[in-house]
C-alpha cells in the first residue's frame, strides 16, 4: 500500500491562479491579490508551490496579511507546502488593474486610476487629472487631498453631488 | 564577501528615510487640517517602507545575521548615518514642509539614477521609491508655495524654515569613498552629481513661492560619519524603547 501518494496532481499554473482570485485584498475587498497585480507568479511541483507577490506602496501594510490569506486559501485546497516570495521588480503599477477591476472599483464607490500623472514636479503647472464621480459620475469633481485613507487612495469631492469619495491613485 | 562600501553605503540610504519618516511621524494626530494629517502620514509610511527595504539588503550585505529590526531598534546615534537634517525636531509646520520639500527632491534625483544600478534589488526599490518621491515632492512643492505666496505670517515662517534648514542641505551632496566606490561598483550613485539639477529644481519653487534662496555658503556637516546633533539620540530613544525593552517580541 502506498500511503504517501499525493492526494491530488500538481496544480497548474491557471488553477493557482484562479484559487489566488478568491483572496481579496484586505483594503479594497472588492478586488483580489490577482486583479490587482500584486500576485505576478504561481508555479508548483512535486515539492510545493512558489507564489511570487510584489506590494503595491513600499510601506504597504497589508502585505503580511495577503501573505498569510495566500497560504490559508492554497491549504484549503490541499496544496502546500507554500512559498511566498516577493520581488520589487518590475515595481507595481496600477496599469495591471484590468478592465473588470476598474469597474468593480467604481461600483464599489472608489473612481478608478486614470492616465499616469505626468512628471512634471511643479505645482501650478500640472494638468488637472479627469476623475469620475463613481457615484453621479459627473466630471465636475476636485482632489481635496493627494494622500487618503490607504497610501493607494487620494481623496475627492464631487461638486455636483457634493459626495467626497475616494480614487486609486494612478503610479 | 559583499563589497565593503555596500553595507554602509545602503546604510546611509536607509537611516535617512528611516528618521525623516519617524520625525514626519510625530505630526499624527496633531496636522494643522485633516488632510494634512493624513498626508504626512502617508509619506512617513512610505519613508519608513522604503528604509525597511534598504536596511534589509544592508543586512544582507553585512552579512553578521542583522535584520531590518535589528539595524533600526538596535543601534546607538553613533552608528546612525543619515543626514543631520532629517534629524532637527520638527518644528511649526513651514519647517516640516520645507525639509520634506528639500529632501524629496533630492530623493526623488538620487532614486531616479539608482534605477541604474547593477544591483536588481537596489534598482527596484528604487523604481518604487521613484514612484513614491514624485507625489512627496509635488505634495511639498505645492505647500511651499502656498505657504511662501501666502499671508505675512506664513511667508515670514516659510522663509525662516529656509533660512534655517539651508546650511544642513550641504551634507546631502558630499561625495566620500563609499560613494565613489559604490558609483564606480555601478550600483550607487555619487550625490555630488545631483546638486546642480537639485539647485535648480529648488531654486524654481523658491521664487514661485516668492521666497529667497540663501546665499550662505558654510555648511552643516556630520552624520554621514555618525557625529550627530542632540537630537538624534532624543529620538532614538523615543523609537527604540518598546523593542529594547522586549526584544525579540512579536505580535
Given at each position: 500500500m502506498n500511503r504517501a501518494a499525493p492526494s491530488r496532481a500538481v496544480p497548474s499554473r491557471d488553477e493557482l491562479f484562479e484559487l489566488l482570485d478568491t483572496v481579496k485584498d484586505p483594503e479594497v475587498p472588492v478586488l483580489s491579490v490577482v486583479e490587482l497585480g500584486i500576485v505576478r507568479d504561481a508555479v508548483a511541483d512535486e515539492h510545493g508551490v512558489v507564489v511570487t507577490i510584489t506590494p503595491t506602496y513600499s510601506g504597504c501594510p497589508a502585505m503580511h496579511e495577503i501573505e498569510q490569506e495566500i497560504r490559508k486559501a492554497l491549504a484549503e485546497h490541499g496544496i502546500g507546502p507554500v512559498h511566498v516570495r516577493t520581488t520589487y521588480t518590475p515595481a507595481w503599477t496600477t496599469d495591471w488593474i484590468g478592465e473588470e477591476a476598474r469597474a468593480k472599483l467604481e461600483a464599489y464607490g472608489i473612481a478608478p486610476p486614470g492616465r499616469q500623472e505626468s512628471s512634471d514636479l511643479i505645482p501650478l503647472r500640472r494638468h488637472a487629472a479627469t476623475v469620475r464621480c463613481?457615484?453621479?459620475?459627473?466630471?465636475a469633481t476636485e482632489r481635496k487631498s493627494e494622500f487618503g485613507s490607504t497610501a493607494c487612495k487620494s481623496i475627492w469631492v464631487c461638486r455636483d453631488c457634493r459626495q467626497p469619495f475616494e480614487e486609486f491613485k494612478a503610479i | 564577501m559583499a563589497d565593503s562600501f555596500l553595507f554602509p553605503y545602503l546604510l546611509r540610504l536607509a537611516d535617512d528615510r528611516l528618521i525623516l519618516g519617524h520625525r514626519l511621524s510625530e505630526w499624527c494626530g496633531h496636522g494643522p487640517i485633516l488632510e494634512e494629517d493624513i498626508a504626512l502620514a502617508n509619506i512617513a509610511l512610505d519613508l519608513i517602507g522604503e528604509a525597511t527595504l534598504f536596511y534589509k539588503l544592508a543586512g544582507e550585505a553585512e552579512g553578521q545575521g542583522r535584520n531590518e529590526d535589528g539595524l533600526a531598534y538596535f543601534r546607538d546615534a553613533v552608528d546612525f548615518r543619515n543626514a543631520l537634517m532629517v534629524e532637527l525636531p520638527k518644528g511649526d509646520f513651514g519647517v516640516t514642509i520645507v525639509r520634506q520639500f528639500f529632501f524629496s527632491a533630492y530623493s526623488l534625483l538620487q532614486m531616479e539614477a539608482l534605477t541604474k544600478s547593477s544591483n536588481a534589488e537596489l534598482a527596484g526599490i528604487a523604481a518604487k521609491a521613484v514612484k513614491e518621491s514624485r507625489y512627496h515632492v509635488r505634495h511639498s512643492a505645492q505647500w511651499v508655495v502656498t505657504l511662501g505666496d501666502g499671508t505675512e505670517e506664513s511667508h515670514k515662517r516659510a522663509q525662516r524654515a529656509v533660512n534655517d534648514l539651508w546650511r544642513y542641505t550641504g551634507e546631502l551632496f558630499l561625495s566620500d569613498a563609499i560613494d565613489q566606490e559604490a558609483a564606480k561598483a555601478g550600483?550607487?550613485?555619487?550625490?555630488?552629481?545631483?546638486a546642480d539639477a537639485w539647485r535648480t529644481q529648488v531654486m524654481e519653487v523658491l521664487q514661485r513661492a516668492t521666497l529667497t534662496t540663501p546665499t550662505v555658503n558654510y555648511m552643516q556637516r556630520g552624520g554621514r560619519d555618525g557625529k550627530h546633533t542632540e537630537h538624534l539620540g532624543h529620538l532614538l530613544s523615543e523609537m527604540q524603547i518598546v523593542a529594547r525593552s522586549h526584544p525579540g517580541a512579536s505580535w
Amino acid at each position: 500500500m502506498n500511503r504517501a501518494a499525493p492526494s491530488r496532481a500538481v496544480p497548474s499554473r491557471d488553477e493557482l491562479f484562479e484559487l489566488l482570485d478568491t483572496v481579496k485584498d484586505p483594503e479594497v475587498p472588492v478586488l483580489s491579490v490577482v486583479e490587482l497585480g500584486i500576485v505576478r507568479d504561481a508555479v508548483a511541483d512535486e515539492h510545493g508551490v512558489v507564489v511570487t507577490i510584489t506590494p503595491t506602496y513600499s510601506g504597504c501594510p497589508a502585505m503580511h496579511e495577503i501573505e498569510q490569506e495566500i497560504r490559508k486559501a492554497l491549504a484549503e485546497h490541499g496544496i502546500g507546502p507554500v512559498h511566498v516570495r516577493t520581488t520589487y521588480t518590475p515595481a507595481w503599477t496600477t496599469d495591471w488593474i484590468g478592465e473588470e477591476a476598474r469597474a468593480k472599483l467604481e461600483a464599489y464607490g472608489i473612481a478608478p486610476p486614470g492616465r499616469q500623472e505626468s512628471s512634471d514636479l511643479i505645482p501650478l503647472r500640472r494638468h488637472a487629472a479627469t476623475v469620475r464621480c463613481p457615484y453621479c459620475k459627473s466630471l465636475a469633481t476636485e482632489r481635496k487631498s493627494e494622500f487618503g485613507s490607504t497610501a493607494c487612495k487620494s481623496i475627492w469631492v464631487c461638486r455636483d453631488c457634493r459626495q467626497p469619495f475616494e480614487e486609486f491613485k494612478a503610479i | 564577501m559583499a563589497d565593503s562600501f555596500l553595507f554602509p553605503y545602503l546604510l546611509r540610504l536607509a537611516d535617512d528615510r528611516l528618521i525623516l519618516g519617524h520625525r514626519l511621524s510625530e505630526w499624527c494626530g496633531h496636522g494643522p487640517i485633516l488632510e494634512e494629517d493624513i498626508a504626512l502620514a502617508n509619506i512617513a509610511l512610505d519613508l519608513i517602507g522604503e528604509a525597511t527595504l534598504f536596511y534589509k539588503l544592508a543586512g544582507e550585505a553585512e552579512g553578521q545575521g542583522r535584520n531590518e529590526d535589528g539595524l533600526a531598534y538596535f543601534r546607538d546615534a553613533v552608528d546612525f548615518r543619515n543626514a543631520l537634517m532629517v534629524e532637527l525636531p520638527k518644528g511649526d509646520f513651514g519647517v516640516t514642509i520645507v525639509r520634506q520639500f528639500f529632501f524629496s527632491a533630492y530623493s526623488l534625483l538620487q532614486m531616479e539614477a539608482l534605477t541604474k544600478s547593477s544591483n536588481a534589488e537596489l534598482a527596484g526599490i528604487a523604481a518604487k521609491a521613484v514612484k513614491e518621491s514624485r507625489y512627496h515632492v509635488r505634495h511639498s512643492a505645492q505647500w511651499v508655495v502656498t505657504l511662501g505666496d501666502g499671508t505675512e505670517e506664513s511667508h515670514k515662517r516659510a522663509q525662516r524654515a529656509v533660512n534655517d534648514l539651508w546650511r544642513y542641505t550641504g551634507e546631502l551632496f558630499l561625495s566620500d569613498a563609499i560613494d565613489q566606490e559604490a558609483a564606480k561598483a555601478g550600483i550607487g550613485v555619487d550625490p555630488s552629481t545631483l546638486a546642480d539639477a537639485w539647485r535648480t529644481q529648488v531654486m524654481e519653487v523658491l521664487q514661485r513661492a516668492t521666497l529667497t534662496t540663501p546665499t550662505v555658503n558654510y555648511m552643516q556637516r556630520g552624520g554621514r560619519d555618525g557625529k550627530h546633533t542632540e537630537h538624534l539620540g532624543h529620538l532614538l530613544s523615543e523609537m527604540q524603547i518598546v523593542a529594547r525593552s522586549h526584544p525579540g517580541a512579536s505580535w
